[in-house]
């Protein structure tokens, strides 16, 4: 009985006093085992890769540029139509030559 009457003793930290940094523990195990390879780098096969990744990424955009000026042009045809007009597509005028 006498010891639940003392109650809790809490520490308390000088004013000014440097704190320790706390660093929480890592979720996952140390991934240096990893960073190191035994065997050497192959720099070729490398450029190889990323020169293939630049060119999917280049491909990639030429055919969002090309699907966005596809459905660009298809909204316009049907906004022609809907209007109530005709002879809604594109005529190609060959140059005139100035003979």
């Known amino acids: 009985m006498p010891e639940e009457e003392k109650g809790r003793i809490l520490p308390f930290r000088r004013r000014g006093a440097p704190q320790p940094p706390v660093v929480p523990p890592s ?6 085992k990893y ?29 969002g540029v090309w699907l966005a000026t596809s459905i660009a042009e298809m909204r316009r ?8 007009r005709r ?7 060959p140059p005139a030559n100035p003979n």
Request: charged share 15%; hydrophobic share 45%.
């Open 87 to 93: 002879n809604c597509a594109n005529v190609v005028v």
């Open 77 to 84: 045809n049907q906004d022609c139509v809907l209007s109530g």
């Open 27 to 32: 979720p996952v195990e140390d991934v240096g």
């Open 35 to 63: 960073a190191v390879s035994e065997e050497p780098d192959n720099y070729r096969q490398r450029m190889i890769n990323n020169g293939l990744a630049f060119a999917f990424c280049i491909l990639l955009v030429a055919i």
